[in-house]
């Protein structure tokens, strides 16, 4: 099966390729064309926090936690790195398509298309058999038939209750004098 390889910008995280863009750069330029960023996902994913380490990982930046706001969180606009001071944040008012040239945005890119497949090589069609083909042996019944239920099982017998002690005959009032 095919696994899908990142060019070697990219760190794959998952199976999403990301690409750290150089200043100013769009992800559409990142990813090698248009066709090839994914725009939508870069909205929504780009903040996650194992992204970013990632990426801060490949590219080798010195990018403090304490510099990075709305971590994990949904941004509106694209998650930037303003390189010139190691911050990490989310800039609404712009978009993985457009940024001022002081920002690095980290884009989620399509992976390369497979390769393309080898035909397998043109074989000769076979000779024609010199006796027709076997016919297939007939379906037989199953060799036993299915199991019955089990017949259902009797009460359970229950050990009779000790005898009760009879009670003491009533006393006579004895005579009185």
Request: aromatic fraction near 6%.
């Amino acid at each position: 099966r095919w696994q899908p390889q990142c060019h070697p910008r990219a760190v794959q995280v998952g199976d999403i390729c990301w690409v750290l863009s150089e200043l100013g750069e769009s992800c559409e330029s990142a990813c090698g064309g248009s066709s090839r960023a994914n725009i939508l996902l870069t909205m929504e994913r780009a903040s996650s926090s194992k992204v970013v380490d990632c990426i801060t990982d490949q590219e080798g930046l010195g990018v403090r936690h304490e510099m990075r706001d709305h971590m994990d969180e949904s941004c509106p606009g694209v998650f930037l790195l303003t390189e010139s001071i190691e911050r990490w944040h989310c800039y609404p008012q712009f978009s993985p398509s457009r940024f001022p040239a002081v920002f690095r945005a980290p884009c989620a890119c399509y992976p390369p298309p497979p390769p393309p497949s080898t035909p397998p090589p043109h074989l000769p069609p076979p000779d024609p058999p010199d006796h027709p083909p076997p016919k297939p042996p007939p379906s037989c019944p199953p060799p036993f038939p299915p199991p019955s239920p089990p017949p259902p099982s009797p009460p359970p017998i229950c050990p009779p209750l000790p005898p009760q002690p009879s009670p003491p005959p009533p006393s006579q009032p004895l005579p009185s004098p």
